[in-house]
C-alpha cells in the first residue's frame, strides 16, 4: 500500500487595512501576523517527508508556501487551478455589515446562492482543485505534498471529496488563515481528511467575515 498525504494550506493573514474582498487582485501580500503564520507552519511540517510543495499565483500563496520549500530544499511550483475563486465583487467591500447584500444594485449578482451567481460556480472550483490534488498525490507518491491555496477552493474541495452539497454558509466554513487540511491517498485512492490549526496562537488582527467568505 503506497500512503500519500496532500496538505492544503490556506495562505496566512493578509495586509488588508480597508477590509475589501481582493479575490484575485495583485498587491494582497501577508501582513506581519501572516509571515509569522507562514513560518509556524513551516517549522509545523519541517519534520514531514514533504517533496512537493505548490502555490497559486498569487502573492499571499506564494509567501506562505516558501518557507515550507525552503526548509525542504525545494521550490515552489505555481499552479493556478488552486487560484482564489473568481467573484464579481472583487475590490469591494462586502462584510456583513457594509451594506452591500441589501443594495438593489447588487439583487442580480444575489438571485442564485447555490452555483452562486456572484463568481465561479462551487463544481468549477472543486474540479480544478481536485487537477492539482490529483497531479500531487501522482507526483509526491508514497511521501507529501503541500499545496498553497485560498479558504473557498479549499473548502470546494473537501467537501466534494467528502460527498457533501458545495454550497453552504460561509460562517460555518472549518478553514481558518494558514489553516492545513490534509488529505490522505491510498494507492490514489481517497481515504479521508484531518485539519489542524498550527498558527492559531498568532493573532490575525482585523479580520471581518464577509458575506462571500473571510476576507
Not at 500512503?3 to 488588508?16: C, D, S
Request: contains cysteine.
Amino acid at each position: 500500500m503506497t500512503l500519500t498525504v496532500v496538505h492544503l494550506l490556506r495562505h496566512g493573514k493578509v495586509q488588508n487595512p480597508d477590509n475589501i474582498l481582493y479575490g484575485r487582485l495583485p498587491g494582497f501580500v501577508l501582513a506581519d501576523s501572516g509571515i509569522e503564520m507562514a513560518e509556524a507552519v513551516a517549522a509545523h511540517l519541517a519534520e514531514n517527508n514533504i517533496t512537493r510543495v505548490s502555490a497559486s499565483s498569487l502573492e499571499r500563496a506564494q509567501q506562505t508556501a516558501a518557507p515550507i520549500a525552503a526548509s525542504h530544499g525545494l521550490t515552489v511550483g505555481t499552479d493556478d487551478r488552486v487560484i482564489e475563486a473568481a467573484n464579481q465583487f472583487e475590490g469591494s467591500r462586502v462584510a456583513v455589515r457594509d451594506g452591500a447584500l441589501v443594495d438593489p444594485r447588487n439583487w442580480m449578482k444575489l438571485r442564485d446562492p447555490f452555483t452562486p451567481s456572484w463568481g465561479e460556480a462551487y463544481l468549477d472550483i472543486a474540479h480544478r482543485m481536485l487537477g492539482a490534488i490529483y497531479a500531487a498525490v501522482d507526483a509526491a507518491a508514497g511521501s507529501e505534498a503541500v499545496i498553497v491555496s485560498h479558504q473557498l477552493p479549499i473548502v470546494s474541495a473537501r467537501r466534494f471529496l467528502a460527498g457533501q452539497r458545495l454550497w453552504h454558509n460561509p460562517a460555518t466554513r472549518e478553514c481558518s488563515v494558514a489553516s492545513i487540511t490534509s488529505l490522505r491517498f491510498e494507492d490514489g485512492v481517497y481515504q479521508g481528511d484531518s485539519y489542524a490549526e498550527p498558527a492559531a496562537h498568532i493573532p490575525a488582527v482585523n479580520n471581518r467575515i464577509s458575506a462571500m467568505g473571510a476576507l
